[in-house]
Structure formats: C-alpha cells, structure tokens
C-alpha cells in the first residue's frame, strides 16, 4: 500500500502494479469470497483508490479534471481506431465518445467479440501481453548462478 500511496516509489510500482493486472486477478479471486479474505478484500480497496488517484506519476503534481478527462479520450479514441477495422465494432467505431463511455455500452459492443478478438485488440493497445510478447519477457533461464562471475578472491582486503 505504501509503495502505491508515496510519491518518490508511486511511478515504479504503478507500472508493475498495472502490467501484472494484479487487482484484476485478485478481485477474479475466490479467495475474496471466503469469510478468511475479508481483509485481503478490503486491502485491496485501498490498493485500488490509490491506484486511480489522479496524480501524475513522473512529476507527482495532480491531475486536473481536463488532464484525466483527456487522457480518457485519448485511450476511448486509440480503441475506436482499432475497433473501426473490425466489422463487428463499425457501430462502435463511429459512435461519439459519450455515447460508449459507460460500462454499459462498453458491455454491450464487446460482449460479441469471441475472447480471441478480444485478446488482438488489448495486445495492440498495449492493455495486455500477447503470448509471444511474454515469451521474449520469460528468462529463458529462470534460475541462473546467483553470481555467475564471482571473483577470485572472495576477501574484500586482500593486504590481510
């Protein structure tokens, strides 16, 4: 929490903590459901508040209501782009922004994508990693010597 909610370590954390969807499969998590979770559950609340609060990362001022609202409509705009290739998402594509800025109507264009379509489009715009994406990110080793080039002379001093 304190890594998210303090500014000097908010622009390191905020990136892993977007690019491993972490609140998303927490909150997908049965975990929660259980009476044990309660905490984790609400852990994660405030996880979640300071992830969206509206602070810019790299200059640790905050954001206005005009910042926010464009940075909205650049990213409903780049998915419009996407979706205007697609013959399903024509509807979707040429529709104004306040007409699909609601979950509602976000719901209702998407929900007929097969979960592949869905995939190619949050990998083109960057939401998620495709596969072969991942593979290149994956070590090809996952444990590697601890120090593959130790020194000869393990003695910090060697006059002694």
């Known amino acids: 929490m304190s890594l998210q909610a303090q500014l000097p ?18 909150s997908l998590s049965p975990f929660g459901k259980r009476e044990a979770g309660t905490l984790a559950v609400q852990l994660l609340g405030l996880l979640d508040y300071y992830e969206r609060f509206e602070v810019d990362d790299h200059r640790g001022v905050p954001l206005s209501d005009a910042d ?17 290739s697609m013959e399903s998402l024509q509807d979707f594509a040429l529709s104004n922004l306040a007409a699909v800025d609601t979950p509602t109507a976000l719901t209702s264009h998407f929900s007929r994508l097969q979960p592949p379509q869905l995939a190619e489009i949050a ?38």
Do not use: I, M
Request: glycine content about 2%; proline content about 14%.
């Open 9 to 26: 370590t908010r622009r390191f954390f905020h990136a892993v903590l977007l690019d491993s969807h972490l609140l998303v499969h927490a």
């Open 68 to 84: 926010v609202k464009s940075a909205r409509c650049e990213q409903l705009q780049a998915l419009q782009r996407k979706a205007f």
């Open 123 to 160: 990998s083109s715009l960057g939401v998620v990693h495709s596969n072969a994406q991942a593979s290149r990110a994956r070590p090809s080793n996952p444990h590697p010597h601890p120090n593959p080039h130790p020194h000869p002379n393990p003695d910090p001093d060697p006059g002694h």
